[in-house]
């Protein structure tokens, strides 16, 4: 049997609260929030500004872990020890960066997003990965030539960018869901671009300053799009 202790305690959730009150924290292990399948097999912790959810795997005994702050993914971890289960959770829902969390335990495992996140930078970061790194992700290869033009616009660059199939969208928070509201640039096969509303209006097409100005317009239009608050803690 891979999870003789879970199938004593009946739930992941209980087997979970029994290692915190064992270890002395001051923790409560919740229900997995997903379909009514996870009752038994998933658990989660969180408060108001980070959460960490837990889930046993089918064809070997592991619990593989996510982190988040503010609706932000920040570490992730496979183990098969409960007990380092609640020990990751306790450091993470204390409020430790997530290099401390890797630290105390290695099988956590971060990105350097995760530390942009942190400081406060994250659309200054993603901006900058995007520009860098445009193999990494075959979509932002016909975005490049938009992406070295909208970085150097201060309005463009404090908005997160991120990616829907081939297209760039902006958004206020680096969260999930991202914001609604700013332009979406579609690249054409022409090398231009096309610039639609958020519903599906068309601005215009143009080549990349082109593209750049049309969205800086759509932007004046709406001044409650405001730069984005990304420090997470």
């Not at 915190?20 to 409560?28: I, K, V």
């Not at 300053?209 to 997470?232: E, F, K, Y």
Request: one cysteine or more.
């Amino acid at each position: 049997m891979l999870y003789p202790d879970i199938a004593e305690a009946t739930s992941l959730q209980i087997a979970l609260q029994r290692e915190f009150n064992h270890l002395g924290h001051q923790l409560t292990a919740l229900p997995a929030r997903d379909a009514p399948g996870w009752r038994f097999v998933g658990a989660r912790v969180e408060d108001a500004h980070r959460h960490t959810s837990v889930v046993m795997g089918i064809l070997e005994r592991v619990f593989t872990m996510e982190f988040w702050a503010a609706r932000v993914h920040m570490a992730s971890g496979n183990t098969a020890d409960l007990r380092a289960v609640a020990g990751a959770i306790r450091i993470w829902q204390s409020g430790s960066p997530v290099r401390t969390l890797n630290s105390e335990w290695p099988f956590v495992h971060f990105s350097p997003l995760a530390e942009a996140h942190e400081r406060g930078e994250a659309a200054e970061f993603t901006w900058q990965q995007y520009l860098d790194n445009p193999k990494n992700a075959p979509q932002l290869l016909r975005l490049n030539s938009f992406i070295a033009t909208a970085i150097r616009e201060p309005r463009l660059r404090a908005l997160f960018p991120f990616t829907s199939m081939d297209t760039l969208g902006f958004s206020q928070t680096p969260g999930y869901p991202h914001s609604g509201g700013c332009p979406w640039v579609t690249p054409l096969d022409d090398g231009r671009y096309l610039i639609t509303t958020s519903d599906g209006h068309e601005l215009g097409t143009a080549d990349a300053a082109g593209s750049v100005a049309h969205v800086l317009a759509a932007l004046d239009a709406q001044p409650t799009i405001t730069p984005v608050q990304n420090r997470q803690t």
